[in-house]
């Protein structure tokens, strides 16, 4: 009996231990973070570029405002743009961590994100593009880690394909479940460092659509 309670309460401990965070588009003023982290949620990552090719002016106030609220960590994301008008691969992370620069804060991790949206079909041309964003960023001083998951992988750049597996994975998978289980390996990971287990859902605070993220 001991043991069962010993047990029980290692469970609830590990539940209570893990980190949970969220991503959301939408502007969320410092108030709401900080209800967001009595509600349990200690990270942030807001988008920073979107796929027209603009910047996200609303994404780094959000940072910003984060930051204020006292969340553990800040990160954000690239969504790339890539028709014939869009800025090179390059260009379009430097202005993305120059907003952030701009906007007087700062982020943990750029994540480059991977995704069935608007990527040419040449899948070496693909593979370039991710490299060079990659590269960029590093280049400017900043820790970089790539969005997606199996299939969006497949299908961009080739299931085998490891050339940014040193970098960490934030993985995609909407099975609800806030831990790292049932993840197959691809692109050279064996293991995701974020899960984002739910996409979309209805958040605490009045917060509208955001997407529910599970770290270790």
């Given amino acids: 009996q001991m043991m069962r309670s010993l047990v029980l309460l290692f469970s609830s401990l590990s539940v209570a231990f893990a980190t949970l965070g969220f991503d959301a588009e939408q502007a969320i003023s ?23 090719g603009a910047l996200d002016s609303t994404g780094v106030q959000n940072i910003r405002n984060a930051w204020s609220a006292g969340l553990a960590h800040v990160d954000a994301y ?22 952030v620069k701009n906007g007087g804060t700062k982020i943990g991790m750029l994540w480059l994100d991977v995704e069935i949206y608007n990527w040419p079909s040449n899948q070496a041309t693909n593979r370039q593009f991710i490299l060079d964003m990659a590269n960029k960023a590093v280049a400017m001083g900043y820790k970089v880690g790539i969005y997606s998951n199996n299939n969006n992988w497949q299908s961009i750049v080739g299931i085998d394909w490891n ?16 831990n790292l289980n049932n993840f197959k390996a691809f692109g050279g990971w064996t293991k995701p460092a974020i899960h984002q287990y739910t996409g979309d859902v209805k958040g605490p605070c009045s917060v509208g659509n955001f997407d529910q993220n599970y770290e270790p």
């Fill in 30 to 52: 410092t108030s709401t973070f900080t209800c967001l982290k009595n509600d349990g949620y200690s990270f942030y990552i807001s988008r920073v570029y979107r796929s027209n």
């Fill in 163 to 178: 050339g940014v597996s040193k970098y960490p994975l934030w993985w995609a998978n909407y099975n609800g479940a806030a």
């Fill in 78 to 99: 690239i969504f790339p743009c890539h028709s014939s008008s869009c800025p090179s691969a390059v260009d379009q992370v430097a202005a993305a961590i120059n907003s």
